[in-house]
Structures are given as structure tokens and as C-alpha cells.
């Protein structure tokens, strides 16, 4: 069997972890909103404290599903390894799941006000993609440079790192800021 | 005096089309001179839709603070204006890619951003038509707005910019001193004036409709409570 390239494995992995680290990222406020519980969330809790724990909840989601689905992914499709690239591609995963899970922590809390009921989820994958889509095209091409530097372009993993820093920065700023506008509102 | 100015537009853009594909010269430096004519339209037209993406960011930035409808109804007619406009670049764009590049769609770096740019529009209309209660609705789609603005610079300056990626759009060539002939210039902005305010005359009429929508809705909610 003809093995495939390393941009396409690059590509399917971050395919994977999106779609295994969404079903459950698209739950956050959902649940609250469903059982009822998220009007007591806005007498108890300060909007940045609520927005905080549902985000390091996230966070450690994202970084369970990573845990499980990035190892077994280069079991199935293995590339060559040594510890540099095992460093860089370590760095890659934890700033793209960091993205990944402020992102779709304040789409979330948008979707839960929704009047969709079943439709939500799908909703939320509308919603949710075309603002992670800067940070994917990122992680992916920084993935292909940590697992095949010998093909990347120069400087190609340092500047993908650095634009996944910088907008992770960026988009958890803005979601603590606006998150409390929109949510105390409902 | 409107409609003096409604007439005025109408004739202005005739004489655009016209001074279009008769007055000014095929282009140098393109594969077909005489196509490079669809500049005077895409350019101006992408123009506008950036300037209609950043008044729908004001308004809903400007209703976050004020929590009056009438800027989220204002924000929505902005954002309508700018997909439209955004769709007539996108369209105008893939038929020049088609002369210039061998096929309608490349992918080229600009390309992949107009499709998520796209997408990120589709998306608010369809998280606007899923909130039934007016103001929930005006706030989600507010912070949607301003979330979406906020990570849209990565992709229009950001990656196409970052080394190592290669786009074949041109850029700088509108605002350089020698970029463009007196006659190209004189046609080229006023295609912009024109589209600009077609633009803004499109968005007067959505935003009334809107209001008077409202109102009547309002309206036919309190006779029927009443009967």
C-alpha cells in the first residue's frame, strides 16, 4: 500500500482532533442551559469567573483528547521520529488545542442562548469553524513542519508557532471581554 | 432632491459601465489588456465590502455599549451589504482568475480568505435566524460579530503576509503614485463613489424596512392581545 504524503497526514490529524475534541466542546453551556442550572451560574458567579472555569474545563478536555487521539493517530500513521520533532510537534498541539478550546468555549456560550434545541450542535459547527479556520490552517502547516522539516518551507514551524500564540492571545482576550456582555444579557 | 440624486446615480453608473469598456485603455502587464477592464469593478467593489464589514463591527460595538436596537438592525443591513458586496468580489475575482491564472478557482492565499471570509458571513446570518427573542438575538450576534473581527486579520494580513506563502494577487497597485493612468484613475474611483453610494443607499432602504417591520410587528402583538 502506497503510504500517503506528510501534508495530508498533518491535515487529517488536526481533522481528527476537531472533530473529536468538538462534540464535546459544544456541550459547555448547552448542559447548563438544559437542566436549568445557568440562570443560578448568573446570580452566584461573576461572568469572568463563569467563563473561567468552563475554559480551564475545556482546556483539560482538549488536552485528554490530544493525549489519546494524537498518539494512537502516528501509531496508525506513522511518521519517522526523533525528540526534536517529537518537542515541536508537542509545542504545535498544545497552542492549536489552546485555541481550539477558547474558541469554541465562547461559540458555545453563544449557542446556548440559541432557541435551536436539537440543532444547536449542528449550529455550533457552522458557527464555530469559519473563526477556528485561521488557527487550523496554521496548526496544519506548522504540524507538516515539526513532522517533516526536510519539506517545509523556512522558518515555517517557528512562524506557525508564533501565529498560534498570537491568536490564542488574541481570541481568549476578546472572549473574556465579551463574554460577559453577552451572557449576563440573556 | 432624492430623487434628483437616485437619478444621478443611475446615469453615474451607466457612464461607469461606458467609460469601462470604451474610454479607458487595455491595461499593461495582465495576459489580456483589454480583460483587465473587470479591475474597474472588482477593486472598487471589494472596497465597499470592507468598508460595509467595518460599520457592521462599529454598530455592534456601538450596541454593546448603548443596548438600542436600532444599532443591531443597522449592524444586520451592514453585514447583508457586505456579503453582497463580498460575493460580487469573490464572483468578479474568479472570472479575472480564470484569464489571468488558467482556472476560476486556485486557491491562491487570497482565495482560501474570501472562502472563510464567506463562510464567517453565512454563519452570522445563520446564528441570527436561530434566536427568536430580539435583544438576546442583538447581543449574540453583536459578540459574534466582534469575535469574528477580531480573528479575521489573521487571515487577510497575517498568513497571506507570512513568508513562505505566495500569492499571484497583485496588491499596491491603486495606491501607488504611477500604478494607474489619469484615465484609468478617473474611471476607477468613480466606480467607487458609485458603488459606495449604491451601497449606501441599499442600506438606508434595509434598515427602514427593518424598523417599520418592528414597528408593525409590535403593533399587530398589541391589537391581538387586546382582541
Same mark, same amino acid.
Given at each position: 500500500?502506497?503510504?500517503?504524503?506528510?501534508?495530508?497526514?498533518?491535515?487529517?490529524?488536526?481533522?481528527?482532533?476537531?472533530?473529536?475534541?468538538?462534540?464535546?466542546?459544544?456541550?459547555?453551556?448547552?448542559?447548563?442551559?438544559?437542566?436549568?442550572? %445557568?440562570?443560578?451560574?448568573?446570580?452566584?458567579?461573576?461572568?469572568?469567573?463563569?467563563?473561567?472555569?468552563?475554559?480551564?474545563?475545556?482546556?483539560?478536555?482538549?488536552?485528554?483528547?490530544?493525549?489519546?487521539?494524537?498518539?494512537?493517530?502516528?501509531?496508525?500513521?506513522?511518521?519517522?521520529?526523533?525528540?526534536?520533532?517529537?518537542?515541536?510537534?508537542?509545542?504545535?498541539?498544545?497552542?492549536?488545542?489552546?485555541?481550539?478550546?477558547?474558541?469554541?468555549?465562547?461559540?458555545? %456560550?453563544?449557542?446556548?442562548?440559541?432557541?435551536?434545541?436539537?440543532?444547536?450542535? %449542528?449550529?455550533?459547527?457552522?458557527?464555530?469553524?469559519?473563526?477556528?479556520?485561521?488557527?487550523?490552517?496554521?496548526?496544519?502547516?506548522?504540524?507538516?513542519?515539526?513532522?517533516?522539516?526536510?519539506?517545509?518551507?523556512?522558518?515555517?514551524?517557528?512562524?506557525?508557532?508564533?501565529?498560534?500564540?498570537?491568536?490564542?492571545?488574541?481570541?481568549?482576550?476578546?472572549?473574556? %471581554?465579551?463574554?460577559?456582555?453577552?451572557?449576563?444579557?440573556? | 432632491?432624492?430623487?434628483?440624486?437616485?437619478?444621478?446615480?443611475?446615469?453615474?453608473?451607466?457612464?461607469?459601465?461606458?467609460?469601462?469598456?470604451?474610454?479607458?485603455?487595455?491595461?499593461?502587464?495582465?495576459?489580456?489588456?483589454?480583460?483587465?477592464?473587470?479591475?474597474?469593478?472588482?477593486?472598487?467593489?471589494?472596497?465597499?465590502?470592507?468598508?460595509?464589514?467595518?460599520? !457592521?463591527?462599529?454598530?455592534?460595538?456601538?450596541?454593546?455599549?448603548?443596548?438600542?436596537?436600532?444599532?443591531?438592525?443597522?449592524?444586520?443591513?451592514?453585514?447583508?451589504?457586505?456579503?453582497?458586496?463580498?460575493?460580487?468580489?469573490?464572483?468578479?475575482?474568479?472570472?479575472?482568475?480564470?484569464?489571468?491564472?488558467?482556472?476560476?478557482?486556485?486557491?491562491?492565499?487570497?482565495?482560501?480568505?474570501?472562502?472563510?471570509?464567506?463562510?464567517?458571513?453565512?454563519?452570522?446570518?445563520?446564528?441570527?435566524?436561530?434566536?427568536?427573542?430580539?435583544?438576546?438575538?442583538?447581543?449574540?450576534?453583536?459578540?459574534?460579530?466582534?469575535?469574528?473581527?477580531?480573528?479575521?486579520?489573521?487571515?487577510?494580513?497575517?498568513?497571506?503576509?507570512?513568508?513562505?506563502?505566495?500569492?499571484?494577487?497583485?496588491?499596491?497597485?491603486?495606491?501607488?503614485?504611477?500604478?494607474?493612468?489619469?484615465?484609468?484613475?478617473?474611471?476607477?474611483? !468613480?466606480?467607487?463613489?458609485?458603488?459606495?453610494?449604491?451601497?449606501?443607499?441599499?442600506?438606508?432602504?434595509?434598515?427602514?424596512?427593518?424598523?417599520?417591520? !418592528?414597528?408593525?410587528?409590535?403593533?399587530?402583538?398589541?391589537?391581538?392581545?387586546?382582541?
Amino acid at each position: 500500500m502506497k503510504s500517503v504524503g506528510a501534508d495530508v497526514k498533518a491535515a487529517l490529524l488536526w481533522i481528527v482532533l476537531l472533530f473529536s475534541a468538538m462534540s464535546g466542546l459544544s456541550r459547555t453551556f448547552v448542559r447548563e442551559e438544559e437542566i436549568g442550572s %445557568a440562570d443560578i451560574l448568573r446570580l452566584l458567579g461573576t461572568p469572568t469567573a463563569v467563563f473561567a472555569g468552563k475554559l480551564v474545563f475545556n482546556l483539560g478536555l482538549m488536552a485528554l483528547v490530544e493525549l489519546v487521539v494524537a498518539p494512537l493517530y502516528f501509531v496508525v500513521l506513522p511518521v519517522p521520529m526523533s525528540a526534536g520533532r517529537l518537542l515541536a510537534l508537542s509545542g504545535v498541539l498544545v497552542l492549536g488545542g489552546i485555541g481550539m478550546a477558547s474558541a469554541s468555549t465562547f461559540v458555545a %456560550a453563544l449557542i446556548s442562548l440559541s432557541s435551536g434545541g436539537e440543532g444547536r450542535s %449542528a449550529l455550533f459547527f457552522v458557527v464555530a469553524f469559519p473563526v477556528l479556520a485561521p488557527s487550523m490552517l496554521a496548526a496544519v502547516q506548522a504540524t507538516f513542519a515539526a513532522i517533516a522539516p526536510e519539506a517545509a518551507p523556512m522558518n515555517a514551524l517557528h512562524n506557525g508557532l508564533v501565529m498560534l500564540a498570537s491568536y490564542d492571545i488574541v481570541v481568549t482576550t476578546a472572549a473574556f %471581554a465579551l463574554f460577559g456582555t453577552v451572557w449576563s444579557d440573556a | 432632491m432624492k430623487t434628483f440624486l437616485k437619478a444621478l446615480l443611475g446615469v453615474w453608473m451607466v457612464l461607469v459601465i461606458i467609460g469601462a469598456f470604451t474610454f479607458v485603455p487595455p491595461a499593461r502587464g495582465f495576459q489580456v489588456p483589454a480583460l483587465a477592464r473587470i479591475m474597474i469593478f472588482h477593486v472598487p467593489q471589494a472596497m465597499t465590502a470592507t468598508l460595509a464589514s467595518l460599520l !457592521s463591527g462599529v454598530f455592534a460595538l456601538r450596541y454593546l455599549m448603548r443596548r438600542k436596537i436600532i444599532e443591531d438592525m443597522r449592524a444586520n443591513a451592514a453585514a447583508m451589504i457586505a456579503l453582497l458586496f463580498w460575493v460580487l468580489t469573490t464572483v468578479t475575482g474568479a472570472v479575472f482568475a480564470k484569464v489571468e491564472w488558467g482556472a476560476y478557482w486556485n486557491w491562491d492565499p487570497k482565495q482560501e480568505c474570501i472562502f472563510v471570509l464567506l463562510l464567517i458571513y453565512f454563519a452570522y446570518f445563520a446564528l441570527r435566524s436561530a434566536i427568536g427573542d430580539v435583544h438576546k438575538r442583538a447581543a449574540v450576534c453583536a459578540g459574534y460579530t466582534l469575535f469574528a473581527a477580531v480573528s479575521v486579520p489573521f487571515l487577510t494580513y497575517v498568513l497571506p503576509n507570512a513568508p513562505g506563502i505566495q500569492t499571484n494577487h497583485p496588491s499596491g497597485v491603486v495606491f501607488s503614485m504611477d500604478g494607474m493612468d489619469s484615465k484609468y484613475k478617473l474611471v476607477f474611483w !468613480s466606480a467607487t463613489i458609485g458603488f459606495a453610494a449604491l451601497a449606501w443607499w441599499i442600506y438606508r432602504l434595509s434598515v427602514q424596512i427593518d424598523v417599520l417591520t !418592528s414597528a408593525a410587528m409590535a403593533r399587530l402583538r398589541r391589537t391581538g392581545a387586546a382582541g
